[in-house]
């Protein structure tokens, strides 16, 4: 198992920047790829980014490039979300997620992660 403990959320206006956190433990972090998704009151969960074990590989959603940017450092068995310029249509929940890929790969569906945070509930106000 890999617990997942997602930190960092919390209420900010449009155009401003917040950083999420994720903590994992219980497996060999490096093990797996990290991503983020949000689901939004009323509407369906969607896939934001994603980063191999190493960093090389990433993926973005498209309503989100430019202005979010995945990192992780696998020293403090943490992943990162920075989001710059957030906009009101940014506002949902995040989930942290785990993926066993020991070769290198990012997947790009929620589907495809094995394990899960509880989420972090971000606000942008207009």
């Known amino acids: 198992q890999v617990q997942l403990v997602e930190s960092g959320g919390g209420l900010v206006q449009a155009g401003g920047s917040l950083r999420l956190s994720c903590a994992a433990s219980?497996?060999?972090?490096?093990?797996?790829?990290m991503g983020w998704s949000r689901q939004a009151p009323g509407k369906e969960r969607e896939f934001v980014s994603a980063?191999?074990?190493?960093?090389?590989?990433?993926y973005y959603l498209d309503s989100v490039k430019g202005r979010f940017s995945i990192s992780r450092d696998n020293a403090k068995n943490t992943a990162y979300l920075q989001m710059n310029n957030l906009k009101p249509e940014d506002t949902a929940v995040y989930y942290c997620?785990?993926?066993?890929?020991?070769?290198?790969?990012?997947?790009?569906?929620?589907?495809?992660?094995?394990?899960w945070g509880q989420g972090t509930q971000v606000t942008v106000s207009s």
């Open positions: 997620a785990a993926a066993y890929r020991p070769n290198g790969g990012a997947p790009q569906t929620w589907g495809e992660y094995d394990f």
């Open positions: 219980g497996r060999r972090f490096s093990d797996y790829a």
């Open positions: 980063i191999s074990w190493g960093g090389i590989r990433t």
